[in-house]
């Protein structure tokens, strides 16, 4: 019994240890143990860098897919843990455990990536995608970039011999530009662009079958680009002489609206003509403003303006001065539309009989045979660039009268002089208190950008202006300026001016303009005002921060899109129509609507 027992003992014994010796090698060294974690851990570490992030970054289509498969078990093959054969049978379970584990994890993530595929709504929206972001509006640019191409197929003489897709891409070309209309963005977009989207695209991949030649299409692309090059061109011209003669056309509204007021004006008696509070107008103790300018509409809306935000409307004083075709029409207007509290003077320009051509040369040139020819001549040698200084305002005496000012107010001290396409938005009581330090001119710099210093204005190839004037020198803005009357008459500056203006007389120092000769008159005599009182841009620049807008006591329309102006930019014209009165019945005779 006992050696039954023993026997059966012996057997148990040897089934457990036979698979342990048969199966291991007993004589392999301890740095073999090791060899084997390392082969494992390289195996692992090689199929997670090389299939895993192929995962990560593959694309989403399941011919894709499959490569990625094939990659990942190609590299992991390839590898030299895997190539190397062993007669170790637990090395060989243990690889091939790893790379079945591995299949199992790209498999998992295949199926996951599909089921997001399917989630998707599609792939043009403003949808985020791991790990970015799609670029807005992308339907509308993809339908734009299908249009090209299809034009491209659609011109190439492989495709042209093919009858039936020339018939089918014309049918897509015409669904697509018919979803595309005048959209901007993809909200613009009919429900069917995405249908129509996918039309398109398989007829073009009809097309890349059928022209494969990529050097012709790249040759037609080229041409279609000078073309389209061409064309920017030409319209751009197009756009800067419609703009330009827009700017100096007068609305049949503003050419109603004077013709009404001069009529009522000369169906007043002479007392009824008068304006009150004349006392007023040397009044060195008050706000003076001097305004010239022949647009009514425009005027009335500085007057307004200024008025609204005035803490003393009392104390302010406007006076106008205007052409003898508006002079009735100006006075009559603010004879029926009194600024409250505020003193009136308009003034006919040519009652001026000191202002002449014998004392000042700029009428003198205005009234050259030259100037004349420079105006009206049809043809010029080079007329885009004298396009943008022919326009109407430099030939009126009142765009220089600004620097008359003294011999204009002979018995003020101070003047704030604003120009007639400015907003007011605040009190400007408090630029007569500011202290010019000596100098005759107060003004906001405009050197923040690189285009509005002196070499801008001026012609510094000429040795007069090279030698006086500084080409770096900071720019500053006509349209809200404080003038210091009495420095004026102290410096001479009238004189200045004349003195330069007779050196300019073939308009080789600078070009038709006030800046220019400003930028001369007072250099060296312009004190820097802050910025927050004087904000330009409004009628040229679309992207003026909307910030200093606000907080800006003048807002400026410099520029040809005037807010009164249908080009007028949309954005900023409520800041200047909220002071015109479109029920008034001299507006609604004139149809002069907001």
Known sequence: MVKLRNLALF????????????????????????????????????????????????????????????????AADDDDTLSQQTDN??????????????????????????????????????????????????QVRHLKDQLIRAKVYLSLPSAKANAHFVREIRLRIKEVQRALADASKDSDLPKTAIEKLKAMELTLAKGKQIQDDCSTVVKKLRAMLHSAEEQLRVHKKQTMFLTQLTAKTIPKGLHCLPLRLTTDYYAL???????????????????????FSDNVLATSVVVNSTITNAKHPAKHVFHIVTDRLNYAAMRMWF??????????????????????????????QLSSRSMIDYYFRAQHTNSDTNLKFRNPKYLSILNHLRFYLPEIFPKLSKVLFLDDDIVVQKDLSGLWSVDLKGNVNGAVETCGESFHRFDRYLNFS??????????????????????????????????????????????????????????????????????????????????????????AAVIHYNGNLKPWLEIGIPRYRGFWSKHVDYEHVYLRECNINP
């Not at 698979?19 to 090791?34: E, M, V």
């Not at 009824?272 to 060195?284: H, I």
């Open 11 to 74: 057997f148990m014994l040897l089934t457990v240890a036979a698979p342990i010796f048969l199966y291991t090698d007993p004589f392999k060294t301890p740095s073999s143990n090791r060899d084997f974690l390392d082969d494992v851990t390289a195996l692992e570490s090689t199929a997670l860098a090389r299939g895993v992030v192929g995962v990560v970054y593959s694309q989403k289509t399941q011919e894709a897919r499959d490569q990625l498969s094939a990659r990942v078990l190609s």
């Open 89 to 138: 049978p637990i090395k060989q379970v243990t690889y091939a455990s790893e790379i079945q584990h591995f299949q199992n994890r790209v498999q998992f993530t295949q199926q996951t990536s599909g089921k997001v595929d399917e989630q998707k709504p599609n792939a043009f929206g403003a949808e985020k995608e791991r790990g970015h972001v799609l670029m807005p509006d992308a």
């Open 269 to 291: 008696n002479s007392s009824q003509q008068q304006f009150p509070n004349q006392e007023k107008l040397e009044d060195t103790q008050l706000y003076h403003y001097a305004l």
């Open 335 to 364: 004879l029926d539309n009194p600024p409250g509290k505020a003193t009136i003077q308009v003034q006919n320009v040519e009652e001026f009989t000191w202002l002449n051509s014998s004392y000042s040369p700029v009428l003198k």
């Open 462 to 551: 000429n040795p007069l202006i090279s030698n006086n004037f500084d080409p770096r020198a900071c720019g500053w803005a006509y349209g809200m300026n404080v003038f210091d009357l009495d420095e004026w008459k102290r410096q001479n500056i009238t004189e200045v001016y004349h003195r330069w203006q007779e050196l300019n007389q073939d308009r080789e120092l600078w070009k038709l303009g006030t800046l220019p000769p400003g930028l001369i008159t007072f250099w060296r005599r312009t004190y820097p005002l802050e910025r927050k009182w004087h904000i330009l841009g409004l009628g040229y620049n679309p992207s003026v921060n909307q910030r200093d807008i606000e907080r």
